[in-house]
C-alpha cells in the first residue's frame, strides 16, 4: 500500500505558469488585461478558428452558446442523460427546457438515434457532450441538426484535443465550449473558452460576458486612453482573468506533451486490467482522436464481486482517490422534481452510472503511481 495518499486528477503545474502569475501580481493586473487576450489568440490559433472568448467557466461558455442562439421559453434542447449538470443547467438557466436523450452502451456518448427519436416541433438545438474525451458521432447528429433546422452547440469540457475525422472538437457545430477547471487536460484552476467560426456570435458572447458592455476594461483602462462604454445588453460576470490566463498560457504549448503522458498511462491502464471481470473503455476507431481524459472502468457486483461504491472505498483505503463520472442526469432529485425524469427513462446511462468509477490519470502521475492504482485495483478485486 502506498505511503500517502494519490490524489485523483492533480494538474501538473510548472514554474513558468508560478513565474507568469507573479508577473500578473507584480504589474497589478489581476482581471482581464493583455493576458487573457494572448490567451484567446493563441486558443483560437490551436483550434485554427478566427474567434475565442476566454470565460470563467465551461458553464458560463454553454450558457452564454444558449443565449446567443436564442433559446428560450418554448424551445426544446436536446443533451445526453450522462453528463455533469452544467450542461443540463446551462439549457435551464435560459428558461428553455432540457430533454434527454440515451448513451451508446458501448461508446458512452450520445446516441444520435435517440437524439432523432427526441425531436419534436420545439426543438431548436442539440447539446453533445464529448464524454471523456471520445467524439460523439458528429456525422449523424450533423445530419440530424439539418434535417429538423437545428443548432449545434459542443460541450468540450473533456475534449480540448479530441477530434473526429480529421475535424477538432468544439469547430464541428455552431460554438464550442471548453474548460480549464483544475482537473482538466490543462489547467487554469476555474476557466473556460467559447470558440465559433461565427463572429457576430462571438462578438456577443464577448459582450455578454462582462456585463453587456460595449468595451472591456483592457481596452477602457489602456495606453490608448479612457474610453466610455454602453450597456448594449443584459449581460453577465463570465469574464476570465489574467491570473487565470497566466497559467493557460504555459499550459496550452504543452497540451500534446500532457496527450501524449496521459495516452501512455491509458494504454498502461488497459494491458493491465484486460485480464479482470471489470468494464473497459471501448476501443478507438482510427479516424478519432481521443482527448484521454477520463479512464473509467465498470464495476458490476455480479462479476467483480464488489459494488461500484464498495470499489471507491476499497480503493481509498489503499491510498488511492477516485472518482465517478457520472450519475446519471436523471438519478438527481432536482431534476426528478422539476421534470418528472426517471432512471428509467434513460436506461444506459442509468446503468452505466451506477457501475462506472475512474481512475486517475493526470500527467502528473509517475511510473510508480501508475503502478500502485494497478496493484491497488488487482489487490481489491481479489477480495
Request: aromatic letters at 8%.
Amino acid at each position: 500500500m502506498r505511503d500517502s495518499f494519490l490524489v485523483f486528477a492533480q494538474p501538473l503545474i510548472e514554474q513558468p505558469e508560478m513565474d507568469e502569475v507573479l508577473d500578473s501580481m507584480k504589474k497589478s493586473w489581476l482581471g482581464t488585461g493583455p493576458k487573457v487576450h494572448q490567451f484567446e489568440k493563441d486558443f483560437a490559433a490551436y483550434k485554427h478558428v478566427p474567434h475565442a472568448v476566454a470565460l470563467n467557466s465551461c458553464t458560463a461558455a454553454l450558457h452564454l452558446a444558449c443565449k446567443v442562439l436564442n433559446l428560450g421559453p418554448g424551445d426544446e434542447v436536446i443533451t445526453t442523460a450522462m453528463t455533469f449538470c452544467s450542461s443540463v443547467n446551462s439549457i435551464i438557466f435560459t428558461g428553455a427546457r432540457p430533454v434527454l436523450a440515451d448513451i451508446d452502451p458501448v461508446t458512452l456518448q450520445i446516441n444520435p438515434e435517440a437524439v432523432e427519436a427526441a425531436v419534436t416541433p420545439r426543438t431548436k438545438a442539440i447539446l453533445v457532450v464529448h464524454y471523456a474525451g471520445r467524439p460523439c458521432c458528429m456525422d449523424a447528429i450533423e445530419s440530424i441538426a439539418q434535417k429538423y433546422g437545428l443548432r449545434i452547440i459542443e460541450d468540450c469540457a473533456h475534449a480540448i484535443e479530441t477530434e473526429y475525422r480529421g475535424r477538432q472538437a468544439g469547430t464541428i457545430g455552431d460554438i464550442g465550449c471548453f474548460s480549464f477547471y483544475a482537473t482538466k487536460n490543462i489547467v487554469t484552476g476555474e476557466g473556460g473558452m467559447a470558440i465559433s467560426k461565427d463572429p457576430d456570435l462571438m462578438r456577443r458572447i464577448q459582450t455578454m460576458a462582462l456585463h453587456g458592455l460595449s468595451a472591456d476594461a483592457w481596452s477602457r483602462f489602456s495606453d490608448s486612453g479612457y474610453k466610455h462604454y454602453q450597456v448594449v445588453e443584459l449581460g453577465y460576470k463570465y469574464n476570465m482573468m489574467d491570473i487565470q490566463a497566466a497559467i493557460g498560457l504555459h499550459q496550452l504549448p504543452r497540451i500534446d506533451t500532457y496527450w501524449k503522458r496521459r495516452k501512455h498511462i491509458w494504454a498502461k491502464y488497459m494491458e493491465a486490467f484486460r485480464d479482470l471481470p471489470i468494464t473497459l473503455p471501448a476501443s478507438i476507431p482510427d479516424d478519432i482522436r481521443h482527448a484521454y481524459h477520463l479512464f473509467t472502468i465498470g464495476i458490476n457486483r455480479e462479476r467483480c464481486g464488489i459494488s461500484r461504491d464498495e470499489a471507491l472505498m476499497e480503493l481509498h483505503r489503499r491510498n488511492i482517490g477516485s472518482g465517478v463520472h457520472y450519475l446519471a442526469i436523471p438519478e438527481h432529485p432536482y431534476y426528478q422534481k422539476t421534470f418528472g425524469w426517471k432512471p428509467e427513462d434513460t436506461p444506459y446511462a442509468t446503468a452505466y452510472g451506477r457501475e462506472t468509477l475512474s481512475l486517475p490519470l493526470s500527467p502528473k502521475l509517475t511510473e510508480q503511481d501508475t503502478d500502485d492504482v494497478i496493484a491497488a485495483v488487482r489487490d481489491m478485486l481479489s477480495l
